[in-house]
């Protein structure tokens, strides 16, 4: 199971010719997590977390955000010292060995595919806003959510044919086109090349930050503290829930810790720079949570005395019934917070800066995808046709079309709070088995250079272990089952196909990144080494 590490020298002999310059200091590298921290997560999952804990939800953006802090400076370590793409996959490979790696790559699926799919299904919901509000525009229920067609799915399967599914088979859709259309030309945008420059992402940080400032402003003010009680409806269960759904809205920090290689001073920068700009998100985003239980009140629906569960068709007919008196209900939680309290306008501003920015989020996470499967195929343990390269764009072509096909679907078909669920899944085992790396390569190769140590080692990683664990046990019961079942097929994958091609398991070793086009070359295995 361990036996087939991948040599961390040779994976390292990249990060050696690359040599990038030092240049980011702490401002900078907190200003870098702040722009990829804060995005889809708060625009979209803040319904679906009121939905969970009420006015608690306040609490649940702290537990994520924390496990978050010692998970990132975990992710910073092994950042430092193997400055290469492939992510949580690599650093698996060259520590735990060929299996966990593959089951880390599997997993990293569900963190960007199926997060991709829940941008863009958040993505839709503004923009169904927007043509609502700007042009006068209502599209077809039938159009815009999967609702009768999930319902119908459970009607097929035996499920009771009650009232709730009855009403979401007649008010619901089949599909979210704008979600599916959306991800396709994002799809189309990453064959041919097209890449955000540094400039426009610039802007749209700055769209994003100016958004949910204007909100707090605007909301903060008329806040009733009527509306925070009770404060916990569902208990500290329903706190938990939901702070595992929002650690969908902290995903991106992993992009401060991956710039380990170009800080200067990366072992006092890097904390300052990760802790930094989650202190800050978390600050921002209970700031915004505040905004919308004050001022229009976060109360969950019930039905029975029961809290009904978020994108379920019972939650669907309820929200019919509601006739969107409640946020819960919203597909445009912040936009439809501000027009309820008297800012019509800046609330639909509100909804076009998310409209705007969130499809450049689908990009990163669709990249992110393709160069995970990119990586494991150039290993041998995807087919090699999926690393091949489009020649007249030079882009990663075959991956690309193939990932952006089950984006669309995910999207087309799938409630947003069901993806993040699925996508944090992914995302919590990939960050656990990175906490655990970097004790056992501290245990085995103590003295290997680090740039960044993670500092009081022995308790920030099995804290960071323990909360990505935690987190996953609070996700729903069908969310785990899927991601079992995910992990079930993966193994079918890797024993029936990945095991007898991987280029390690062969003897063969190559150099990823700028040596693509040089063929792996074989290596004599190290005395006593076996490599099945």
Not at 300 to 307: E, K, N, R
Not at 351 to 367: D, K, T, W
Not at 434 to 451: C, E, F, N, W
Not at 480 to 487: D, P, Q, R, S, Y
Request: glycine share 10%.
């Amino acid at each position: 199971m361990f036996g087939r590490v991948k040599s961390l020298d040779a994976i390292l002999a990249t990060a050696e010719k690359k040599s990038l310059h030092r240049s980011l200091g702490a401002f900078q590298l907190t200003m870098l997590g702040v722009g990829a921290i804060i995005g889809t997560g708060i625009f979209v999952l803040t319904a679906e977390a009121a939905q969970k804990a009420g006015p608690g939800m306040i609490i649940s953006f702290i537990i994520a955000g924390f496990v978050c802090a010692v998970a990132a400076l975990c992710y910073a370590e092994m950042a430092s010292m193997v400055p290469v793409s492939g992510s949580a996959y690599t650093y698996s490979y060259a520590v735990m060995g060929e299996l966990l790696a593959w089951m880390v790559g599997w997993a990293l699926v569900l963190e960007y595919a199926v997060a991709a799919g829940a941008v863009a299904v958040g993505w839709s919901g503004y923009f169904v806003g927007l043509l609502r509000e700007y042009l006068g525009v209502t599209l077809p229920a039938q159009l815009v959510n999967a609702d009768a067609l999930i319902a119908q799915i459970k009607l097929a399967f035996g499920a009771a044919n009650s009232d709730a599914i009855q009403a979401a088979i007649a008010s619901g859709g089949f599909i979210n086109l704008p979600a599916a259309i959306i991800s396709l030309l994002v799809t189309w945008l990453l064959v041919i090349g097209t890449k955000e420059s540094a400039f426009i992402n610039a802007i749209l940080v700055m769209v994003k930050i100016t958004a949910l400032s204007l909100f707090v402003v605007l909301a903060v003010p008329v806040m009733n503290s009527q509306n925070f009680t009770p404060f916990a409806p569902l208990g500290f269960a329903g706190i938990s829930a939901a702070a595992a759904s929002i650690f969908f809205a902290y995903v991106g920090f992993d992009a401060v810790s991956t710039a380990a290689e170009e800080t200067k001073n990366p072992q006092r920068n890097m904390p300052i720079g990760l802790i930094g700009s989650l202190a800050i998100c978390t600050v921002f985003y209970i700031l915004v949570a505040s905004g919308v239980i004050g001022s229009v009140g976060a109360q969950p629906l019930f039905s029975g005395g029961v809290a009904l569960a978020p994108g379920s068709t019972e939650m669907a007919a309820a929200c019919v019934a509601d006739a969107g008196k409640s946020v819960v209900c919203s597909k445009e939680a912040l936009a439809w917070t501000l027009r309820e309290i008297g800012w019509q306008q800046i609330g639909n501003l509100v909804g076009l800066a998310a409209g705007l920015a969130l499809p450049s989020v689908i990009l990163m996470m669709m990249f992110g995808q393709t160069r995970i499967f990119f990586v494991m195929s150039r290993d041998g343990l995807l087919p090699e046709a999926l690393s091949k390269i489009h020649p007249k764009y030079h882009t990663p072509h075959v991956v690309t079309v193939i990932t952006g096909v089950f984006v669309a679907v995910f999207a087309a078909l799938f409630p947003v709070g069901a993806l993040a669920d699925i996508s944090n899944s992914g995302t919590l085992f990939a960050f656990a088995m990175v906490a655990i790396a970097v004790l056992v390569l501290r245990k085995t190769d103590p003295s290997r250079v680090r740039p960044f140590r993670t500092p009081l080692v022995w308790l920030v990683a099995p804290l960071a272990a323990v909360g990505c664990v935690y987190l996953f046990w609070s996700l729903s019961d069908y969310t785990k089952l899927l991601f079992v079942g995910w992990a079930a097929v993966g193994l079918v994958v890797y024993f029936a196909y990945s095991r007898s091609r991987s280029h390690v398991g062969r003897g063969l070793v190559e150099v990823h990144e700028d040596d693509a086009g040089i063929p792996p070359q074989p290596v004599p295995p190290l005395p006593g080494a076996k490599l099945d």
